[in-house]
C-alpha cells in the first residue's frame, strides 16, 4: 500500500513542478513569472529531498530559490515603470517552435528510454563508494565534488568568479536603500548571527553529511542581502581591496593547494591520503568565503562605490564619468 | 644547394627581394628605388643567361619544396620554361627603364614598382613551375599582383576597370583550380613531361579528361583573352603605359597562352588529345578570337584600345598554333609568343610616348607625328608591319610557320582563310595609322605638348624602349636561323614534344 | 612531463587573479602570462611531437572516476594557435584601451577566457566541456559588453541567452551519454558507445548545443552583432578562437568518440548547412555597410566551410586521403584565426584612427595607413583562399576530397564562396587606391599596427609555405591513442 | 523505483521542453532568464532521477555533483544576465 | 503512542494549512488575507513541527525542527508587518484592494 502512496505523491508532486513552470514561463506578466520561479525552487528542494539528494535541497533553496530569487526579484524591482517592450524583434514563428518542442519532447524520451534499457542503472556510483575511504571525507557528494571531480568545482569557481567579473564590469551598482523600519532592523539583528553560524555548521558538517561549500557560501550571500536590505549599503562588504582579495581567495587557494602538492611528485589536485581532509576544508572555507562575495556583488548588481577608485592612473582621473559609462570601445 | 637546384630560387627571389625592400621605402628616395629596380632585372638576366646555357646543354634545374602531402611546389626550368623566362626577362628589364621615365613626378611609385616586381616574379614563377599545382599558385600570385598595377592611378576608372578585370581573372582562377585539382585528384601529381603524361595513365575516363581539358582551357582562356573572355582586357586599358605594355606583351597575357601551351603539351601530350578530339573546339575558339579582335580594332578610335583588341586577336595564333596537331604549327605557335610579345610591347610604348610627350590618345589626332617624333613612329612602324606578317621583322616568320603547319596537318582549308583573312584586317587597322603619321600635315599644335628639351624628341629613357625592341623585333626576323634565336629554341622544343 | 598539461590553464587562471587584486599592473601581468602560456604551449606541442599522446589523470584518480586532461595532434595544434594568437591581440589591446580603467576590467576577463579555452582544448572528460563551454560563453560575454553602447549591450545580451540555450542542449546530451553509458570520459565512451538510439539522440543534442555556440548558419543570427559591436580586441579573439573552439568540439566528438554512430546522411545535413553558411554569409558580408561587421558575416562564412569538412571526412575511408583532408580542415581553422584575428585588429586600427568603421568612407584613412591596408590585404588573401594562404592548400585538399567521394555538390559551393570572398574582400581594398592626398608615412600608427601584420603574415606565409609539418605532426595515429576505430 | 523514474524522468523532459520553448518566443530578456532557469532545472531534474537507485540504496554522487555544479553556473549565469538586461534598461532612460 | 500523538498533530495541521488557503482564496482585501495567512499557517506549521519532532524520535533533531518553526514566526510576523505598513503608506487604508 505505501507503494501506492509513494506514486501518487510523486505524481502529483511532479505534475505540480510541471505545472507551476508551464505557468511560469508563459505568462506575460513578469511579476507573476518571478515569483512563480520561487516557488518552482522551492518544490525543485522537494522533489531533490524527495529522490535522496539532499546536498542538491540544500542548495536548491539557498541558491535556486534563495539567491536567484532575490536576483530575480531585485531585477523586477529595478523593472517597475518600464513596460515589457520587446528587446529585439526576433521571436522564431510559435508553431514552429512548438512542433520543435514536441520533437525534441519525443526524441530525448526515446534516447532515455534506450540509454536506461542500455544502462545496468550502477554507473559510477559503485566506483566512487570503493574509493571514497581515500577521499578524506565521508560525505560522498563533497568527495566527488572536492576530491574526485575537483577539476570541475575549480573550474565552476571560475564560472562565478567570470560572471562576478562581468556584472563589475557592466555597471555601477544600484542605489542603496534607505534604512529600514524599526521591525525589519530589529528581524535583521537577529536573523544576521543566527545566518552566520548556520553558514559556519553547514560549511563544517559537509564533509560527513549533507552540506559543504556551495550552500555555506549561498547562506553568508543570504546575510548579504539581509544586511541590503535593511539599508546597510555595504551589504556587509569589506573595502575595496578586501573584497577583491575575497573575490580571489577561493580559486586561489584551490589553485596553490592543487600545485603545492605537485611538487610532492604527485597528479595536480591529487592531495596526499592522510591530510586529504583538511585540504578539503581548507579550500571549502575558501570557497565559501568566494561565492558568497560573489553572490552579494551579484546582487548588489554592480561595482560598489569606490571600486575603481584606484586603478586609474593619475592622468586619466579627469574622465572617470566618462569610464563609468564604459568609455569608447 | 647546388646550383642545379638553386638557380630557379635565385632567378624569383632576384625580383622578389627589391620588390619587397621597396614596398618598405619612403616615396622620396627616388635614385635608391630606381638603382634598386635596375639592379634586380639586370642580376635576373645574368641568372637567366646562365639558365639558357644549362638547358641548352641537357642540364637538369629543380627545386623541390613540400607544401602539403602529395602538393609539392616544383621550380624545373625546361626548354619552353626558358623561352617564357627569356622574354620575361629581358622585357622587364626594358619596361623598367621605361617605367621610370614615365613615372617621372607621380604620386605612390614605391608602390607602384613594388607590384610591378611581384608581379614579374610571379610571371617567372609561372614560367619556370614544374607541376600544375605550382602553375596554379602562381597564377592567382599573378592576379593578386597585377590588380593594384591597373588600379594604380586610383581614378574611378581605374578601379572600375581594375574590377572588373579582378571579377574575370578570380572567376578563371576558380575554374581553373576546380580542373587542376580533379585532374590531380584522379592522375595523380601532374609533373610537366615533354610529349605529356595522362597518354600512359590508364583508366582515365575520357569524358572527364574531357571536361577537365574544357575547365583548364576556359580558366586559362580569360588571361589568354579567348573571345567570350576577353571582355576585362580593354577595360584594362585604365593602366599606366608601362603596366598595360608589360601586361598585354609579357605578363597576364602570355601567362594565359603559356598555361594552354603546357596543358596541351605536357600535361595531356597533344598525341592523346588528338583521340579526345578536343582540339577542334580549340582551334575554332582561337580561329573567332582573331578574326573578331581585328574586326573590333578597326572600329577603336583610341589608339590603346585599338592595341588591346589586336592583342586579342594576336595571342590567340598561339592557341590556333597548339590547336594544330603538327610540329611545325607548334614551332609556329610557340615562336609567336616571343614574336607577339616584342612586337606588342612596342607598340605600347609608342602609344605611350605620344600620350606622354604629346597628348594623343586618338588616332584621328596622330597627323604628322612622324616629323614631330620620328624614332617613335620609327619603331611603331616596325612593330606595327609585324604585326601585319610583312617579313622581314618577326611577325612574318610565326605566320609563315602557322600557314605551312597547317597545310602540313591538311588543316589548311579553314586555317589558312583565318590567317589571310586576319593579316588583311591588320593591315586594314594598322596602315592608316602609318599613313596618318607619316603623310599627313601635322595639326597647328598638340594637344598639351611637352617642350622639346635636348636633341632628341623625347628624354631618353622613354625614346630608347621602343627602338630597342623594334630592333628587336627586325633582329629576331632577321636572324630566325641563328642558333639560340626563338625559332630554334621552339623548334627544339617542337622535337621533344612529338615522340612520333 | 604530464604535469607540462596543467600550466596552459593555471597560468592564465592565476594572472587573472592577480589582474583583478592589481589593476594597475593589469598590461605587466597580461603581457607575462600570455607569454608563459606561449612558452607551455610550445613546448606541450614539441612533447605531443616526440611521444604522441599526453594524458594526465587530475587527483591522481583513473578516468571513469576523476577528470583526465588530453593533448594530442588536433588539441595541441589549436592551443599554439590560441596562445600566439591571444599574446599578439594582448599586445594590441594595451594600445587599443587608452582609458587605464576600461583596460582594469579587460585583462582579468581577457586572462580568464584565455584560462578557459586552453582548459577546452585539454580537457578529456564530457561534463568538464560542458563547464568549459560555459566559462568561454560568459568570459566572451563580459567582453563583448565591455564596450558599454547600447547594441552593445543587446548584442551580448542575446548572445548570453542564446549561448546558454546551447549549453543546456549540450549538457542533455551529457545526461543522455551518462544515462546510457555511465561514465563521462571521451576515451572510455569512445570505446564503449554502441550505434542505437541514445547515441543517435545524445550525438544530436550535443551537436546542436556546439551548433548554436560555432554559428552554422540557422544559428548564426547573434553573431554578428555581438562581433561588430564589441571592442576590437574582443571581437578578434571571439571570431578567431571562441567560435573556433566549438567547432573543435564538433571535430572531436564526431571524428573521435562517436565515430559508430557516424551516418554519412547526418554528415551531409551538417555539409549543407555548412553550404548554405558559406553563402550566405558572403553574400551578407559583401553587403555590410561596416568593415567590423563585414568581418563578423565573414567569420560564419569560414565556419560554413570548416562544417563542409564533416561530410568529405566521413565519406572518406581511413588512409592517406582522410589523413589529407583532416590535416586540411586543421589547416584552414588555424589560418581562419590568424588572418581573422589580424581583419579585427586592422578594423580596430582604422575605427580608432577614423572614429568609425565604414566601408564607403574609409578611402582616407585607407590611404593614411598603408601598413593597415597591406594587413587587409593579406588576411584578404587569406579567407578568400588565394595561393600564398594556408586556406589555399585547405581548398585544394576540400575539393580533391569532394572529387574523390563523388561529393560533387560541394565544388560550386566552394568556387562561389571563393568568388564572394573576393568581392566583399576587393570591395574593401578598392578604396586604397582611390585618389588623394599625401600618402602617410609606412608606419605611421607603429606599435598598433605591427601585431596585425605579425598575424597577417603568419595566416599568408607561414602557414601558406611552412603547412607540410602539420600532416606529419596531425598524423591519425596521434590523434586518439590506439584509435578507437 | 521504476514508476518514481519514469514520473521523474517525464518531468524532468517536460521542464527541459518548456524552458527551451520558452527561451524561443520570449522576446524581454528577464522572462528568457526565468525559461533558462527552468530549462536548467529540467536537465539537472533527469540527472538526479538517473543517480537514484530505489528507496533502500544510497544514490549514485556523481550526478548529485554535477547539479551542483549545474546550479551554481545557473546563478552565476543568471546574475550576469540580469546585470546585462539593467545595464540595457538604464540606457534607455538617460 | 507517540506515533498516534503525531499523526494527531499533523491531520490538525492540514486543517490549518486548509483554512489559511481557503482564507486567502476567499477574503476580500489584503489586510484580511494577511491575518489569515499568517495566523493559520504560523499554527500549521507549529502542529507539523511537533508530528515530525515525535515522528523523529530523536531530541536534537526535534529541537532542530521547533527552530525552524521559531525562525519562520520571526519571518512570517515581520514581513506580514512590512507589508500591510507599505500597503497603508500606500494608501488604501485597510478596505477593499
Redesign the interface.
Known amino acids: 500500500m505505501s507503494e501506492l502512496l509513494w506514486v501518487l505523491f510523486d505524481l502529483v508532486l511532479a505534475g505540480l513542478t510541471v505545472g507551476l513552470a508551464w505557468v511560469a514561463v508563459a505568462t506575460r506578466e513578469l511579476r507573476r513569472g518571478v515569483l512563480l520561479f520561487v516557488g518552482l525552487g522551492l518544490l525543485l528542494a522537494v522533489i531533490w529531498a524527495r529522490l535522496r539528494a539532499p546536498d542538491l535541497a540544500l542548495a536548491e533553496a539557498a541558491i535556486g530559490a534563495g539567491i536567484a530569487g532575490a536576483l530575480l526579484i531585485a531585477a523586477l524591482r529595478d523593472e517597475i515603470g518600464v513596460s515589457a517592450e520587446p528587446e529585439d524583434g526576433y521571436t522564431a514563428s510559435r508553431r514552429l517552435v512548438d512542433l520543435g518542442a514536441i520533437g525534441l519532447l519525443l526524441a530525448l524520451s526515446w534516447g532515455l528510454l534506450d540509454a536506461f534499457l542500455l544502462s545496468d542503472g550502477v554507473r559510477l556510483a559503485e566506483g566512487v563508494a570503493e574509493r571514497l575511504g581515500e577521499s578524506g571525507v565521508i560525505n560522498p557528494v563533497t568527495a566527488v565534488l572536492l576530491n574526485f571531480r575537483a577539476y570541475d568545482t575549480l573550474l565552476e569557481l571560475a564560472v562565478v568568479f567570470a560572471a562576478v567579473l562581468g556584472v563589475l564590469s557592466v555597471g555601477p551598482a544600484r542605489p542603496a536603500l534607505e534604512a529600514g523600519s524599526l521591525v525589519l532592523t530589529g528581524l535583521v539583528r537577529w536573523l544576521v548571527p543566527i545566518l552566520v553560524v548556520v553558514a559556519g555548521y553547514l560549511l563544517w558538517v559537509g564533509a560527513h553529511a549533507p552540506g559543504g561549500a556551495f550552500q555555506a557560501g549561498a547562506m553568508l550571500a543570504a546575510v548579504a542581502v539581509l544586511l541590503r536590505l535593511g539599508g546597510v549599503a555595504h551589504a556587509g562588504l569589506p573595502g575595496t581591496a578586501a573584497t577583491r582579495w575575497l573575490l580571489v581567495l577561493g580559486i586561489g587557494v584551490f589553485v596553490i593547494v592543487g600545485l603545492s602538492v605537485m611538487f610532492a611528485d604527485r597528479a595536480f589536485l591529487q592531495y596526499p591520503g592522510d591530510i586529504a581532509g583538511v585540504l578539503i576544508l581548507v579550500i571549502e572555507i575558501a570557497a565559501t568565503l568566494s561565492i558568497a562575495t560573489a553572490l552579494a556583488l551579484a546582487y548588489l548588481g554592480g561595482r560598489p562605490v569606490g571600486w575603481e577608485a584606484d586603478c586609474d592612473s593619475p592622468q586619466h582621473r579627469v574622465n572617470r564619468g566618462a569610464a563609468d559609462r564604459g568609455g569608447d570601445a | 644547394m647546388t646550383l642545379a637546384n638553386g638557380l630557379p630560387v635565385l632567378i624569383l627571389l632576384s625580383s622578389l627581394l627589391p620588390g619587397l625592400v621597396i614596398f618598405l621605402l619612403r616615396e622620396d628616395s627616388h635614385r635608391l628605388r630606381t638603382w634598386l629596380n635596375l639592379a634586380g632585372a639586370v642580376i635576373k638576366l645574368i641568372l637567366v643567361g646562365v639558365l639558357i646555357w644549362g638547358v641548352f646543354h641537357e642540364q637538369v634545374f629543380e627545386t623541390r619544396w613540400m607544401l602539403a602531402p602529395g602538393l609539392d611546389l616544383v621550380l624545373h626550368a625546361d626548354a619552353l620554361s626558358v623561352l617564357f623566362v627569356t622574354l620575361s626577362t629581358v622585357l622587364w628589364l626594358v619596361t623598367t627603364v621605361y617605367a621610370i621615365g614615365y613615372l617621372e613626378g607621380t604620386p605612390h611609385r614605391s608602390r607602384f614598382f613594388g607590384f610591378f616586381s611581384l608581379c614579374v616574379t610571379a610571371t617567372v614563377g609561372l614560367a619556370l613551375a614544374g607541376n600544375l599545382f605550382t602553375f596554379v599558385v602562381f597564377y592567382e600570385l599573378l592576379t593578386l599582383a597585377t590588380y593594384p598595377l591597373v588600379a594604380h592611378k586610383g581614378t574611378p576608372e581605374a578601379v572600375r576597370g581594375a574590377r572588373i578585370y579582378l571579377a574575370y581573372t578570380l572567376s578563371g582562377g576558380v575554374i581553373l583550380l576546380v580542373g587542376a585539382v580533379w585532374l590531380r585528384t584522379i592522375a595523380g601529381p601532374l609533373e610537366f613531361v615533354q610529349g605529356g603524361i595522362l597518354g600512359d595513365i590508364e583508366g582515365l575516363d575520357p569524358w572527364a579528361l574531357r571536361w577537365i581539358f574544357a575547365f583548364l582551357i576556359i580558366g586559362l582562356g580569360v588571361k589568354a583573352a579567348l573571345v567570350p573572355l576577353h571582355g576585362w582586357l580593354p577595360q584594362a586599358m585604365v593602366a599606366p603605359a608601362p603596366v598595360s605594355a608589360l601586361l598585354h606583351a609579357v605578363a597576364v597575357v602570355k601567362a594565359g597562352a603559356f598555361g594552354i601551351v603546357r596543358v596541351v603539351y605536357d600535361v595531356f601530350g597533344v598525341e592523346f588529345l588528338a583521340t579526345l578530339n578536343m582540339l577542334p573546339l580549340l582551334g575554332a575558339a582561337a580561329a573567332v578570337t582573331i578574326i573578331y579582335g581585328s574586326v573590333r580594332a578597326l572600329s577603336q578610335d583610341h589608339l590603346k584600345k585599338r592595341l588591346a583588341y589586336s592583342t586579342v586577336s594576336q595571342v590567340s595564333y598561339i592557341a590556333l598554333g597548339t590547336a594544330i596537331v603538327g610540329p611545325l604549327a607548334t614551332i609556329g605557335g610557340v615562336v609567336h609568343l616571343v614574336h607577339q610579345g616584342v612586337m606588342k610591347i612596342t607598340l605600347f610604348f609608342a602609344a605611350g610616348n605620344y600620350a606622354e610627350n604629346l597628348g594623343i590618345h586618338k588616332v584621328s589626332e596622330m597627323n604628322g607625328v612622324g616629323r614631330r617624333m620620328p624614332g617613335t613612329t620609327a619603331a611603331f612602324t616596325i612593330g606595327a608591319l609585324g604585326m601585319i606578317g610583312i617579313p622581314p621583322v618577326a611577325g612574318f616568320v610565326s605566320k609563315w610557320y602557322l600557314g605551312v603547319g597547317a597545310v602540313e596537318a591538311g588543316q589548311a582549308a579553314w586555317v589558312l582563310p583565318v590567317l589571310i583573312g586576319s593579316s588583311l584586317l591588320n593591315a586594314a587597322y594598322f596602315l592608316p595609322i602609318l599613313y596618318r603619321a607619316w603623310f599627313r600635315p601635322a595639326p597647328a599644335e598638340w594637344p598639351h605638348e611637352h617642350p622639346r628639351s635636348g636633341r632628341w624628341e623625347m628624354p631618353g629613357a622613354l625614346l630608347w624602349p621602343p627602338v630597342i625592341t623594334a630592333s628587336l623585333a627586325l633582329l629576331i626576323g632577321l636572324f630566325a636561323a641563328a642558333p639560340y634565336s626563338p625559332l630554334e629554341w621552339a623548334q627544339l622544343i617542337a622535337s621533344r614534344e612529338y615522340r612520333s | 612531463m604530464t604535469d607540462l598539461l596543467v600550466w596552459p590553464i593555471l597560468l592564465p587562471l592565476l594572472a587573472s587573479l592577480l589582474a583583478l587584486v592589481f589593476p594597475r599592473r593589469g598590461d605587466w601581468i597580461g603581457g607575462m602570462a600570455s607569454l608563459a602560456v606561449l612558452i607551455s604551449a610550445a613546448w606541450l606541442v614539441h612533447s605531443v611531437w616526440d611521444n604522441g599522446v599526453i594524458a594526465v589523470a587530475l587527483g591522481g584518480w583513473q578516468p571513469g572516476l576523476g577528470i583526465a586532461l588530453r593533448a594530442d595532434g588536433l588539441s595541441s595544434v589549436l592551443l599554439l594557435m590560441v596562445a600566439i594568437v591571444a599574446l599578439t591581440i594582448g599586445i594590441y589591446a594595451t594600445r587599443y584601451f587608452d582609458n587605464a580603467v576600461v583596460r582594469a576590467r579587460f585583462w582579468p576577463l581577457w586572462l580568464l577566457l584565455l584560462a578557459a579555452l586552453n582548459a577546452l582544448l585539454l580537457s578529456g572528460d564530457v561534463f568538464n566541456l560542458y563547464v568549459t563551454l560555459e566559462l568561454v560563453g560568459l568570459t566572451a560575454v563580459a567582453l563583448g559588453a565591455l564596450g558599454g553602447s547600447r547594441d552593445a549591450i543587446v548584442a551580448a545580451l542575446r548572445y548570453l541567452t542564446i549561448g546558454l540555450l546551447g549549453s543546456m542542449a549540450f549538457l542533455a546530451g551529457v545526461v543522455v551519454l551518462y544515462a546510457a553509458y555511465g561514465t563521462l570520459d571521451m576515451v572510455a565512451l569512445a570505446s564503449v558507445v554502441e550505434d542505437r538510439p541514445a547515441t543517435w539522440v545524445a550525438l544530436m543534442l550535443m551537436t546542436l548545443g556546439l551548433l548554436v555556440k560555432s554559428a552554422l548558419f540557422p544559428m548564426h543570427f547573434w553573431l554578428p552583432p555581438a562581433h561588430a559591436n564589441a571592442p576590437a580586441p574582443v571581437s578578434a579573439a571571439l571570431s578567431a578562437l571562441v567560435v573556433k573552439v566549438a567547432f573543435y568540439l564538433v571535430l572531436r566528438l564526431w571524428l573521435d568518440v562517436f565515430t559508430v554512430a557516424l551516418h554519412p546522411a547526418t554528415a551531409w545535413m551538417l555539409g549543407l548547412l555548412g553550404a548554405v553558411a558559406v553563402l550566405w554569409g558572403s553574400y551578407r558580408a559583401l553587403r555590410a555597410p561596416r568593415l567590423k561587421l563585414l568581418a563578423a558575416y565573414s567569420t560564419v562564412a569560414q565556419l560554413g566551410y570548416l562544417f563542409l569538412f564533416l561530410p568529405l571526412l566521413a565519406g572518406l575511408p581511413d588512409g592517406p586521403a582522410r589523413e589529407a583532408a583532416f590535416g586540411a580542415v586543421v589547416l584552414f581553422a588555424l589560418t581562419h584565426g590568424f588572418a581573422k584575428s589580424a581583419l579585427f585588429l586592422g578594423a580596430g586600427v582604422i575605427q580608432q584612427r577614423a572614429g568609425h568603421d565604414r566601408i564607403e568612407e574609409l578611402g582616407g584613412t585607407a590611404r593614411a595607413l598603408p601598413v593597415t591596408t597591406f594587413v587587409l590585404a593579406l588576411s584578404g588573401i587569406a579567407l578568400i583562399g588565394l595561393p600564398p594562404s594556408g586556406t589555399f592548400l585547405a581548398k585544394w585538399q576540400l575539393l580533391a576530397a569532394a572529387v574523390e567521394t563523388g561529393q560533387w555538390v560541394w565544388i560550386p559551393v566552394v568556387a562561389v564562396g571563393s568568388l564572394l570572398a573576393g568581392a566583399y574582400v576587393f570591395r574593401v581594398l578598392g578604396h586604397a587606391f582611390a585618389p588623394g592626398d599625401r600618402d602617410g608615412s609606412a608606419l605611421a600608427a607603429g606599435r598598433e599596427e605591427l601585431p596585425a601584420l605579425a598575424l597577417a603574415l603568419v595566416a599568408t606565409v607561414v602557414l601558406g609555405l611552412a603547412a607540410g609539418g602539420l600532416w606529419g605532426f596531425l598524423d591519425f595515429a596521434a590523434m586518439s591513442p590506439g584509435g578507437a576505430r | 523505483m521504476l514508476?518514481?523514474?519514469i514520473?521523474?524522468?517525464?518531468?524532468g523532459?517536460?521542464?527541459?521542453?518548456?524552458?527551451?520553448?520558452?527561451?524561443?518566443?520570449?522576446?524581454?530578456?528577464?522572462?528568457?532568464?526565468?525559461?533558462?532557469?527552468?530549462?536548467?532545472?529540467?536537465?539537472?531534474?533527469?540527472?538526479?532521477?538517473?543517480?537514484?537507485?530505489g528507496?533502500g540504496m544510497?544514490?549514485?554522487?556523481?550526478?548529485?555533483?554535477?547539479?551542483?555544479?549545474?546550479?551554481?553556473?545557473?546563478?552565476?549565469?543568471?546574475?550576469?544576465?540580469?546585470?546585462?538586461?539593467?545595464?540595457?534598461?538604464?540606457?534607455?532612460h538617460d | 503512542m507517540p506515533d498516534v500523538l503525531a499523526l494527531v498533530s499533523i491531520a490538525l495541521a492540514i486543517v490549518f494549512y486548509a483554512a489559511g488557503s481557503i482564507g486567502l482564496l476567499r477574503l476580500p482585501d489584503l489586510l484580511s488575507r494577511l491575518h489569515a495567512l499568517t495566523k493559520a499557517d504560523n499554527l500549521g506549521l507549529g502542529l507539523l513541527a511537533t508530528g515530525v519532532a515525535l515522528l523523529a524520535g530523536d531530541l536534537v533533531i526535534g529541537i532542530k525542527v521547533l527552530l525552524v518553526w521559531v525562525l519562520v514566526l520571526a519571518a512570517s510576523a515581520s514581513s506580514s508587518h512590512l507589508i500591510a505598513r507599505y500597503s497603508m503608506q500606500a494608501g488604501n487604508r485597510g478596505h477593499g484592494e
Open positions: 514508476a518514481t523514474t514520473i521523474y524522468g517525464f518531468a523532459i517536460c521542464l527541459f521542453v518548456l524552458g527551451l520553448r520558452g527561451v524561443l518566443l520570449h522576446t524581454t530578456a528577464l522572462a528568457r532568464i526565468l525559461a533558462l532557469n527552468v530549462c536548467g532545472a529540467g536537465v539537472f531534474l533527469l540527472f538526479v532521477v538517473l543517480a537514484y537507485r528507496a544510497t544514490p549514485d554522487p556523481v550526478p548529485h555533483a554535477l547539479v551542483l555544479t549545474g546550479i551554481v553556473v545557473a546563478v552565476s549565469a543568471t546574475a550576469l544576465a540580469l546585470a546585462l538586461a539593467r545595464r540595457l534598461r538604464e540606457i534607455d
